[in-house]
């Protein structure tokens, strides 16, 4: 079979990346729980430290027993609550704005879906250089503390520059929704006397809910991989927890100071199952949503 | 609500509130990047008593120490490297991928078909601690390698090529064949041609999101020989901590350059971004 | 030029769906070949394993003296225009054209004139700067004639190369591709399911229904002498009138009256399907026997339908079956309610069986 064989050396390349760096590692990263770093083998010492000891299921229960990681657990969700749907709102709201026929309005889509041009670090850079506790321009301060410092409003703080910083995407993905709605659809509801609130809620919105739909899901799985921002905004946060999301543990605790592997394979595996879940409502639910073909 | 009546009698003034709109909205958006833009073009010593609003004396010397001593413009060429690389054998693994599942039957092809899909359900967090582990092993930590080899295969990218393939029209293959083309060459000089805008929008995708990276590089590298502009962008910030300036500085170099791309393949960018999220 | 054969050729689908069912066909060298039948009767894959686009699961395909069932497609010496045209849209017309001449790795000079030629032939000269796109269904489908024929293959293979051109287009080119037939003076494979065109392009039309061939032979015989009930229902617009009736001695005996054939009915009386051309049939009047002494069989007009040039009376016969008498503008036609008497040339009176459906010879 010639037909065959070129298909294996044309997919060949892929598996064998597909093999070493992502399955490979994923079915590893389900051993480390089982093993614990017998010495300190930090980030530098990588590949020499002592072998690692079978220790069974004790990791995984102290684990879900800690208060460390159903604390990130829930800082995580308060996170993904309050960026995803505000990332939505605002993108609906600025895609709608931006629908209009007005002169200069490709002026306006552009300045809109600009922020897909900066990255997680680089809004992170500008609000903490703007922000920050201590080199910041503003120093912003609330109830005497520093604000990305604050227990209470460093986390929204945070949760606000992502929401900035994912407004473009947002808006575009909202935009390329709204223009896949056909004309005469508004146009018949135009005709049977509907307002325009009520055009945008009885016609736009429904037929718009597989594009929010899948907006919802893919920033809610990036919303609960959230790591640039924490590790850039929020020095004393992740330490003490108050903004330390479950990705920023995983990689405290697997390549800090003392390395802790297995605890971190396990706060992995519970971003997997999160992401699992989201992805496979979403394979559910796709059908269910769109209306028609 | 006499909503045809006003549009009829005053549409100068619906017009002047829909731009009013659209302006605060657009204002509210660009001002982080407008302050920082001027503040990047400001004497570290002119914002002693906070934040200029216009830059006065603009210099561009914030620019300079960030490009030199702060070492952006290594890090910039870095991300270049790293960022075209990936970008190139991600197009090339996924122009295969997606050959081989559009046109190619083979034993197994569901099974493998579901493989690249699964690619995209596991996060990179799960296979973080070990894929560490592995550069290790390779002798790969501070290396290009590191940055660029676990990212030249992408499922994503080849369903959506896969999908760009499907909608060439089975008898061009056909007649491709009776012309004496085989499948290499019918990849090459019909399929790649034809599908270039699918194949534009994906390589885009892919060079944002290498571009962009920031856990992976600030793993398998300390040297700054390799280490991309996004993690810079945290040293710069520990190294300058008094002239906050060159960070603005070194902010909008790490900025522009994506930003300026983005604007020349705007159309590009709205076809990769959007794949998946509206059918038809 | 060859002459291309299937021999007990059959081709089933995964799923176990039988396009082609032990086809035996011989097309003649230089032989203008049509193979007709509705969708789904197998003539498209047929027409495929010819170029090597599905391999047959028995039997076997010769092109000439050679065997090609495992013969690489680009190695069979064929030439394919699709239904879709297939131009590759990226690609100037000149550069289609040349496509074919590309992989066989012609020298420039002769591909330049080889193409100019092509295009010259077909009107296409004006057109070569032009992407497909930019070109009219009747253009396109002349890049397409024109990409075949540079290769100068022996054999041509056409599928419905007609059916996205308008009317009146269709007709011109009808024509046109009779006569670069015949200029090329190579075999031409033509699938279609148009029944006009089979009739008046080929030298012989093969009929297929559900992957199995019904006829072959020279479009009036078939029109004439139908193998069976579905080519003669197939062929012919309106298409031949079949009903219920009892084969005796008197003729085709419908009710009461009767339709009379040539040579008669030896045989014991028997239940037949009659089938009857809506030209072969004539209206009398009640009162009259027929002109030839033969029988007439008596029925109620349903419908007239006036084309201009011609009436289509639509009929109900005693036993409940319709059948269509066609009338000419200048005769005098009955009205809707009307009771008429029907007379068959005797000559083109048809017998099929009731259960095979096939033609009864009557001597």
């Not at chain 1, 704005?97 to 879906?113: C, K, N, V, Y």
């Not at chain 1, 929704?177 to 809620?201: C, K």
């Not at chain 2, 008898?171 to 499948?183: E, K, N, P, R």
């Not at chain 2, 194949?199 to 390799?226: C, E, H, K």
Request: aromatic content about 10%; some cysteine.
């Amino acid at each position: 079979m010639r037909e065959s064989a070129l298909a294996y050396a044309m997919l060949a390349p892929s598996l064998l990346i597909f093999g070493a760096f992502v399955f490979f590692p994923f079915v590893k990263n389900f051993s480390f729980p089982f093993y614990q770093q017998s010495t300190a083998s930090g980030f530098g010492t990588f590949g020499k430290a002592a072998p690692p000891k079978w220790v069974g299921w004790q990791q995984w229960h102290e684990v879900f027993t800690s208060r460390t990681f159903w604390h990130s657990a829930w800082v995580t969700v308060q996170f993904v609550v309050l960026t995803v749907p505000l990332g939505i709102a605002f993108g609906l709201l600025l895609a709608v704005l931006a629908h209009q026929r007005l002169r200069g309005i490709t002026i306006f889509r552009t300045i809109f879906s600009s922020t897909v041009a900066s990255s997680a670090a680089v809004a992170s850079t500008i609000f903490f250089s703007l922000i920050g506790t201590e080199s910041g321009l503003w120093k912003l301060r609330i109830h005497g503390h520093a604000l990305l410092d604050d227990k209470t409003w460093a986390l929204p703080a945070i949760a606000l520059v992502s929401v900035w910083q994912s407004l473009g995407l947002s808006f575009i993905v909202m935009s390329s929704g709204l223009q896949a709605i056909p004309d005469d659809l508004l146009e018949a509801a135009r005709v049977d006397g509907a307002s325009s609130v009520r055009r945008f809620r009885r016609v736009t919105l429904p037929l718009l809910s597989p594009t929010i739909f899948f907006a919802f899901v893919v920033g809610s799985i990036s919303a609960f991989k959230t790591f640039a921002e924490i590790d850039l905004l929020s020095p004393i946060g992740k330490e003490t927890g108050g903004t330390s999301l479950l990705a920023y543990q995983v990689k405290r605790l697997a390549f800090e100071s003392e390395s802790r592997n297995g605890q971190a394979a396990i706060f992995a595996v519970g971003l997997f199952a999160i992401v699992l879940l989201l992805t496979l409502i979403q394979m559910r639910l796709e059908r269910r949503v769109h209306y028609g073909r | 609500m006499a909503v045809s009546i006003s549009v009829s009698q005053r549409p100068v003034g619906r017009s002047i509130a829909r731009y009013f709109v659209l302006i605060v909205m657009a204002g509210l958006i660009l001002f982080p990047i407008y302050i920082t833009i001027v503040n990047s073009l400001m004497e570290p010593t002119a914002l002693a008593n906070g934040p200029v609003w216009w830059p006065s004396h603009p210099t561009l010397s914030n620019y300079a120490t960030a490009w030199t001593n702060a070492h952006v413009g290594r890090y910039l060429w870095n991300t270049v490297i790293v960022a075209v690389g990936i970008t190139a054998l991600q197009v090339s693994t996924a122009i295969l991928g997606g050959y081989a599942f559009a046109f190619l039957n083979f034993p197994l092809k569901r099974l493998m078909f579901v493989m690249y899909l699964a690619t995209l359900m596991i996060p990179g967090e799960v296979t973080i601690i070990q894929n560490v582990q592995t550069v290790h092993d390779l002798g790969w930590y501070n290396s290009y390698a590191a940055l660029i080899v676990p990212f030249i295969a992408t499922g994503f990218g080849a369903f959506l090529l896969r999908q760009s393939f499907l909608a060439v029209p089975a008898d061009l293959q056909d007649a491709a064949a009776l012309d004496g083309y085989g499948h290499w060459r019918f990849l090459r000089r019909v399929v790649v041609p034809i599908c270039r805008p699918g194949i534009a929008a994906m390589a885009l995708f892919a060079f944002l999101g290498a571009w962009n990276q920031y856990l992976w590089p600030l793993l398998v590298t300390s040297d700054d020989r390799y280490r991309t502009v996004q993690i810079g962008l945290k040293q710069l910030r520990t190294e300058n901590l008094s002239s906050v300036t060159v960070v603005f500085a070194g902010t909008v170099l790490a900025f522009l350059p994506i930003a300026l791309l983005l604007l020349a393949f705007s159309k590009q960018l709205v076809r990769g971004l959007t794949a998946g999220a509206v059918k038809g | 030029m060859s002459a291309v054969a299937f021999e007990g050729v059959t081709k089933e689908f995964a799923g176990g769906v039988r396009a082609v069912d032990s086809l035996d066909l011989v097309i003649e060298d230089h032989e203008f070949l049509v193979l007709l039948g509705p969708s789904g009767c197998g003539k498209s894959t047929a027409l495929r394993m010819i170029a090597g686009l599905d391999d047959p699961t028995a039997g076997v395909v010769r092109i000439g003296d050679r065997i090609v069932n495992d013969v690489d497609p680009k190695d069979r010496d064929v030439a394919m225009v699709f239904q879709s045209y297939a131009l590759y849209p990226h690609m100037t017309v000149r550069k289609n054209i040349e496509f074919p001449l590309d992989a066989r790795k012609l020298p420039h000079a002769e591909r330049n004139t080889v193409v100019q030629h092509a295009a010259e032939v077909l009107g296409l000269a004006e057109l070569l700067d032009r992407k497909p796109a930019q070109l009219s269904g009747g253009q396109r489908q002349r890049v397409a004639l024109a990409r075949a024929i540079v290769r100068r293959p022996s054999v041509f293979l056409m599928d419905e190369p007609l059916s996205n051109l308008d009317a009146k287009l269709r007709v011109q080119t009808r024509v046109e591709l009779v006569a670069l037939q015949r200029s090329l003076a190579s075999t031409l494979i033509y699938v279609t399911h148009d029944q006009v065109e089979a009739m008046t392009m080929g030298h012989r039309i093969a009929i297929m229904r559900d992957g199995m061939l019904q006829q072959v032979g020279p479009p009036q015989e078939v029109y004439d002498r139908p193998a069976n009930q579905f080519v003669a229902q197939f062929i012919g617009t309106p298409p031949m009138n079949t009903f219920h009736a009892v084969a005796s001695a008197r003729g085709l005996e419908v009710a009461d009256g009767a339709f009379a054939m040539v040579d008669g009915w030896a045989r014991e009386p028997q239940d037949v399907i009659g089938g009857i051309r809506p030209e072969h049939l004539h209206l009398e009047s009640l009162a009259r026997e027929a002109p030839d002494g033969g029988a007439l069989v008596v029925a109620t007009v349903s419908m007239v339908e006036a084309l201009g040039h011609e009436r289509h009376v639509h009929c109900r016969m005693q036993n409940d079956d319709s059948i269509i008498v066609r009338v000419a503008a200048s005769d005098p036609y009955p009205t809707t309610g009307e009771a008429v008497a029907l007379r068959a040339d005797a000559e083109h009176v048809h017998v099929f069986s009731t259960e095979t459906g096939q033609r009864v010879a009557l001597a």
